[in-house]
Structures are given as structure tokens and as C-alpha cells.
């Protein structure tokens, strides 16, 4: 199985950036093609397409939320930052389908 | 608007079967691949299951092989999951999911239906 690991937490002033980093223990591009997508997941509700392909933004989303990377190394970035956006997101890549695999989860706290 | 209605949960006994069902609407139902991915209290993410479009094609997770059985019904636009021998470690909210293609994001969830395992 592909291992994705991401920082269990990340304390951010609101208005400021949060970079919030995913490595994979395998490459997740193809034909180039990142398989990576980003979700955001507020408490007591379900997760939420943010970024699909690395860096295609869900419909819906606001512009703040960017994605990047490619390979094993990739980034969700909220620029600013929001107190709306305090929330736990999760990386997933869907290269190695169907054995799909999630990051354990990065929570975004206020500092 | 698309909807995703889970339902079936509840308390269950270590060792016997429990039927979630997921209602879709809002969407041509069989033009998806659809699954099941389940969050432990507290913990992450978990896939658990998939079943193509006509499902023609139908994966599990190693921790559920041979225990869960994925389905679904086009007409009544209605995903199942039967889940035998249920185990403590089952314990989770069950989400169910839909994909476009094979390898696209899950872009809609449902709220989630809680199954507990616990004598």
C-alpha cells in the first residue's frame, strides 16, 4: 500500500498562509497525471473535495485553497487563511486504485 | 443537487451482520462508481470497499475481505453494504462515496451512518 504522511497539526494566525505538506512512500503521477486530492473535514461533518490532480481546484472552492507537488511530495496551501478554514485535511491519492489510501490528517488550529 | 443518504447503523454484537444502505439522488446514480470509507472515533480515513458503475467490478479492503459484501440497485439508485462478522474494530462512521472514473477524487460524501460493535 502507498503510505501518505502528513504532519499531525499546524497552528496558523488567520490572514496569514498555512502550507500543509503530504509524502507518499511511492510515486502517484502517471503520464502526467498527479493522483493526489485534497479534502477538508470539519468536525461532525463529511469530508469535502478541495483539490483533485494535485492542483485542479474542486468547484466550489475558493481560489484561497491552491495545491501543488508531483511525484511524492505535495502541498495544499490556504492563502489567507480564513476561521472558516480551521478544519482537519486529509490527503488521498487514488494512483494505486482501488487500494486507495488517506493521510492520516493535518488539523489546522488557530494560534 | 446531489445527495447522499446513509442509513442502517446502529449497535451491533461482536460476530453478527449488519446491512448499511445509501440512497443517492440529485445524480444519474448509474453512471458512477460508488464506495464505502469508514472514519474509527477520533482516527482517519479508511477506504473500505468500491463497486463500478454496472458492477462489473468490485474491490475490498484487505480488513474487510471476506467478511463485506458491496452492492448496489440502479434501478432504486441504492448502494448496500453487507457487513458479516463484525469485529470491535469495525467500529466507525461508514460514508458512502461516488467516483466518476477509476482513479477520480470521491467529489460527494454522505453524512455518515455510525455502526458500533460492542457486547
Known amino acids: 500500500d502507498i503510505v501518505l504522511t502528513q504532519s499531525p497539526a499546524l497552528a496558523v494566525s488567520l490572514e496569514q498562509r498555512a502550507t500543509i505538506s503530504c509524502k507518499t512512500s511511492q510515486n502517484v503521477d502517471n503520464y502526467g497525471i498527479s493522483y493526489m486530492h485534497w479534502y477538508q473535514q470539519k468536525p461532525g461533518q463529511q469530508p469535502k473535495l478541495l483539490i483533485y490532480?494535485?492542483?485542479n481546484l474542486a468547484s466550489g472552492i475558493p481560489a484561497r485553497f491552491s495545491g501543488s507537488g508531483s511525484g511524492t511530495d505535495f502541498t495544499l496551501t490556504i492563502d489567507p487563511v480564513e476561521a472558516d478554514d480551521i478544519a482537519t485535511y486529509y490527503c488521498q491519492q487514488s494512483k494505486d486504485y482501488p487500494m486507495d489510501t488517506f493521510g492520516a490528517g493535518t488539523k489546522l488550529e488557530l494560534k | 443537487e446531489v445527495q447522499l443518504v446513509e442509513s442502517g447503523g446502529g449497535l451491533v454484537q461482536p460476530g453478527r451482520s449488519l446491512k448499511l444502505s445509501c440512497l443517492a439522488s440529485g445524480f444519474t446514480f448509474s453512471n458512477y462508481g460508488m464506495n464505502w470509507i469508514r472514519q474509527a472515533p477520533g482516527k482517519g480515513l479508511e477506504w473500505v470497499a468500491s463497486?463500478?458503475?454496472?458492477?462489473?467490478?468490485?474491490y475490498y479492503a484487505d480488513t474487510v475481505k471476506g467478511r463485506f459484501t458491496i452492492s448496489r440497485d440502479n434501478a432504486k439508485n441504492t448502494l448496500y453494504l453487507q457487513m458479516t462478522s463484525l469485529r470491535s474494530e469495525d467500529t466507525a462512521l461508514y460514508y458512502c462515496a461516488r467516483r466518476l472514473r477509476r482513479v477520480s477524487p470521491f467529489d460527494y460524501w454522505g453524512q455518515g451512518v455510525m455502526v458500533t460493535v460492542s457486547s
Open positions: 463497486i463500478s458503475s454496472s458492477s462489473s467490478y468490485i
Open positions: 490532480e494535485g492542483s
